[in-house]
């Protein structure tokens, strides 16, 4: 996330150091302009009235001579002054045109940061939800396992059981055998003690 702050802080800073660079010249053609458009704007002298000594008209030529060699430096000025409001206009569009990009970058900047701050809560809630998921199956294989174990021993309990039953079922069929086999001699004896054999 810093490293488009930084690259547009960089761009931003860069664009101040150049057109810091031109100020000088955009205040002096302000300056200019503005000394210019005072002139312009002051109403022309009154040409002094001629004295009764004025015979030979020599300060109305001397004025007009003035006013001919004054007019190239105004002709100049004029065009230095179309100059710099040209330049003005031009540098005051420029200005405007990046003041409304530092508007809308802005504007995205504050979007973009909201959707982060909401991107980051939802993953910490999903992330929140998946260790839960995660220590649920833990303990999931932890009773399979347990369950498992009981099954097995189980198994081998009945496997014992069964074992155990049948050595006595055996023991006991053998048992009844002898018995059996016991009485049978043991009634034979008697009949033939008793002769009624």
Do not use: F
């Not at 260790?131 to 309990?157: I, N, W």
Request: no cysteine; proline share 4%; aromatic share 4%.
């Amino acid at each position: 996330m810093s490293d488009w702050i930084e690259q547009y802080s960089a761009a931003l800073s860069e664009r101040d150091a150049r057109e810091q660079a031109h100020k000088p010249y955009i205040d002096a053609y302000t300056a200019l302009a503005d000394r210019t458009a005072a002139l312009e704007a002051r109403p022309p002298a009154a040409p002094p009235l001629s004295s009764s000594n004025d015979r030979t008209g020599t300060p109305t030529k001397g004025r007009a001579a003035a006013t001919k060699e004054a007019e190239p430096d105004l002709a100049r000025l004029r065009s230095d002054l179309a100059t710099t409001q040209k330049a003005r206009a031009t540098l005051q569009s420029q200005v405007d045109e990046l003041t409304s990009t530092l508007t809308v970058l802005q504007a995205q900047t504050k979007t973009s940061t909201v959707h982060i701050a909401q991107v980051t809560r939802q993953k910490a809630d999903v992330e929140r939800k998946l260790k839960d998921r995660d220590d649920e199956l833990k303990g999931k294989s932890r009773l399979v396992e347990h369950a498992h174990d009981e099954m097995v021993a189980l198994g081998l309990q009945l496997n014992m059981a069964e074992a155990r039953s049948e050595k006595l079922t055996r023991e006991n069929t053998e048992l009844v055998e002898r018995w059996m086999k016991r009485m049978g001699e043991e009634a034979d004896r008697v009949n033939r003690d008793s002769k009624w054999t």
